[in-house]
């Protein structure tokens, strides 16, 4: 299946090309989702508004606990729930992944779960650039 994944170059005319039949752009996002680059898979979902995908990536997201992903979604204006953010947190929290469960408590506004996490990193604070 890898020989049949697009590279670097190819991938950005699938994804801006003028051009690619929107079935092109979620054909190809189905198979990067198969090889494990979720990422790329979620970008071209999100081009092609391929509800299907993105609720693939959204339940793997909740399932794993991967704020990364969900951030993304946000910023795309699929915006979880705070029962989601929270089901995403006790996920990276049981798992040891810590900031990731800080992240998704905080856009849960789970207080009671962002405590638990700074027990277990005592001074963590999200880094925020100077003058942001």
């Given amino acids: 299946m890898a020989q049949d994944l697009p590279d670097t170059l190819a991938l950005r005319e699938i994804k ?4 690619v039949p929107p079935a092109r752009r979620v ?3 189905w ?3 198969g090889a494990g680059r979720i990422y790329d898979a ?3 979902f999100l081009l092609a508004n391929d509800e299907k995908g993105i609720s693939e990536i959204r339940a793997k997201a909740l399932l794993e606990g991967l704020p990364v992903l969900l ?3 946000k910023r795309a204006g699929h915006t979880p729930d705070p029962k989601e953010w929270s089901r995403a947190a006790e996920k990276a929290f049981s798992d040891g992944r ?3 469960a800080f992240r998704c408590f905080l856009e849960a506004g789970d207080e009671a779960g962002l405590e638990r996490v700074r ?3 005592p001074g963590y604070d999200i880094y925020t ?4």
């Fill in 16 to 19: 801006f090309g003028e051009r």
């Fill in 27 to 29: 054909k190809v996002a």
């Fill in 31 to 33: 198979d990067l989702l």
């Fill in 42 to 44: 979620l970008d071209v």
């Fill in 71 to 73: 951030l993304m979604l």
């Fill in 98 to 100: 810590y900031r990731e």
């Fill in 119 to 121: 027990e277990k990193l």
């Fill in 129 to 132: 650039p100077q003058g942001k």
